[in-house]
């Protein structure tokens, strides 16, 4: 497979979008819970307050589920790798069994959703497995399958299907997982949110808190919106600056491709690599009824990927090409994922003594039960209820064990080097020298510019200091996109915010 093999980048779930567009907000409004951020975890959130008479407004910076929801592999699963013999090391057996019954009620959420609601979004149950190819992974692997027995898990080791084509060492199975489509399954809870009275924005991309007491917000636009409560899911929190939490996670982008393959290699469960670099692996029903197969992984750093970025793709086309027969890629999509310096997410109180600002972030690449269990818990919160499984994703918790408190030295130093590398970095090319759709760092009257030469051959050049905290970003080939190895931030060739924590544009050159 090569490069000329690979489709232009786009989502199988934002095929045939069936989701109105809205307005964006101009005019200054109250409301009861603001919720800031589209995406999975902000819909079931407006979703699950709506039915309990809360008057809700719903806030996206671009459009509903156009950020990572939409561009996820979609396995509803309490699997998340092999995290629960890290759980068990990090906390105890009855944290990591909290963590998997919070997941396990998440899909039961789905479950009971689609049926009251009748959503038709390819929902399948499913068997999750991990597996092992190699004799230092198995190591792992089987101390997780004895985490699994310690704290009562559904499953355990297991064989893989037969049909199944690459070899494994070992394999670990948790039973009774699913996976579906995102996009046809809140899109029913859109409308049932404006059924119930709620407003829903687009193109509304919240720019500060101007009161945290009183929680209220300014947008983009020069409009404000006050509330009793704030619930921030933007993925990364836009006021990252509260609670510090740009410092308190790590974040790296991950690939997938959609493709054609024989039925015979196409599992009927879900698998994800024991070993590095990882890989995922499920089916999916293509637009015309045909089933397919998503392969995802080769993640990495944000704006620190050692190869150009459409290698990545064309890694898991080499994937696909050696173990799974593939005939063609229909799809090709990527994602940014956040993991918290303990591998739980963040999902509560954001700061300590303000019980009116609420967050709900760092999902590290399971969003899909982590947005469920953040509408759970967050309704359970504003409503006054108990929650069991507060304690145990409270973003204010401060107890770290030894190899956390490493991660986050070694993040935050990797942070600081950025910072004064990305200055000292010489421009790649000249400006003259750049090919239609190539994009580089360049000198422009002595000066350091970031520049993309469009498949017109005009130049769009930025100033490539990220808005946020002043890194300095980086070219992503694949995506055309300047992307920030600080904290996250990405950009557009043209300047604009795709992800945060930056909300300014980078500085168009000579503007």
């Not at 090569?2 to 489709?7: E, N, Q, Y």
């Not at 009748?118 to 985490?147: H, P, R, W």
């Not at 953040?374 to 064990?401: C, H, W």
């Amino acid at each position: 497979m090569t490069k000329m093999d690979l489709p232009d980048q786009h989502s199988l779930w934002q095929q045939n979008r069936d989701i109105n567009s809205y307005a964006a907000h101009q005019q200054d409004s109250q409301t009861d819970v603001l919720i800031i951020g589209g995406g999975i975890a902000g819909i079931i959130t407006a979703y699950q307050l709506s039915k309990a008479d809360r008057k809700v407004t719903l806030i996206e910076a671009h459009r509903l589920l156009e950020g990572v929801t939409g561009y996820t592999t979609a396995k509803v699963t309490a699997q998340h790798g092999m995290i629960y013999s890290k759980l068990m090391k990090t906390f105890n057996a009855e944290t990591a069994r909290l963590y998997y019954d919070a997941n396990m009620e998440a899909i039961n959420f789905f479950r009971e959703t689609i049926e009251e609601l009748n959503i038709d979004c390819d929902f399948e149950d499913k068997d999750a497995y991990i597996y092992a190819d190699s004799t230092q992974s198995k190591k792992l692997l089987e101390k997780e399958i004895d985490a699994y027995k310690a704290i009562n898990i559904d499953g355990g080791m297991a064989e893989v299907e037969a049909s199944f084509p690459i070899k494994a060492e070992l394999a670990a199975v948790m039973r009774n997982q699913a996976q579906f489509h995102p996009v046809k399954f809140l899109a029913p809870l859109i409308n049932e949110i404006e059924k119930n009275g709620g407003k829903i924005y687009e193109n509304t991309r919240a720019m500060e808190f101007i009161d945290h007491k009183n929680p209220a917000i300014r947008t983009e636009n020069g409009s404000t919106i006050s509330a009793n409560y704030a619930i921030v899911t933007s993925h990364f929190p836009f006021n990252d600056m509260d609670g510090t939490y740009f410092a308190r996670m790590d974040f790296s982008r991950s690939y997938v491709i959609g493709a054609k393959a024989p039925d015979s290699v196409i599992p009927d469960g879900m698998y994800i690599s024991a070993d590095q670099p990882k890989r995922s692996i499920r089916s999916a029903v293509d637009t015309n009824g045909e089933r397919i197969l998503l392969l995802g992984g080769d993640s990495h750093r944000v704006g620190m990927s050692k190869t150009k970025t459409m290698e990545h793709y064309e890694n898991l086309a080499e994937f696909g090409d050696k173990f799974f027969d593939i005939t063609e890629i229909l799809y090709r999509w990527s994602s940014q994922d956040m993991t918290t310096l303990d591998t739980v997410p963040y999902i509560g109180q954001m700061v300590t003594g303000n019980e009116k600002i609420l967050v709900a972030t760092g999902f590290h690449k399971w969003g899909m039960t982590a947005g469920a269990l953040t509408g759970m818990m967050l309704t359970d919160q504003i409503l006054g209820r108990e929650n069991r499984y507060a304690s145990v994703f409270d973003p204010t918790r401060s107890k770290l064990k030894g190899s956390d408190a490493a991660s986050f030295l070694k993040d935050n130093a990797t942070v600081a080097k950025e910072l004064v590398s990305g200055k000292l970095e010489r421009p790649e090319k000249r400006l003259d020298e750049l090919e239609n759709d190539e994009g580089a760092t360049v000198k422009i009257d002595g000066k350091r510019a970031g520049a993309y030469k469009d498949k017109n051959g005009q130049i769009h050049a930025v100033d490539p200091t990220c808005t946020h905290m002043g890194c300095e970003t980086h070219w992503n080939d694949a995506e055309r996109s300047w992307d920030c190895p600080c904290h996250g931030s990405r950009f557009s060739y043209t300047g604009k915010v795709i992800h945060g924590p930056a909300t300014k544009p980078l500085k168009k050159w000579n503007n």
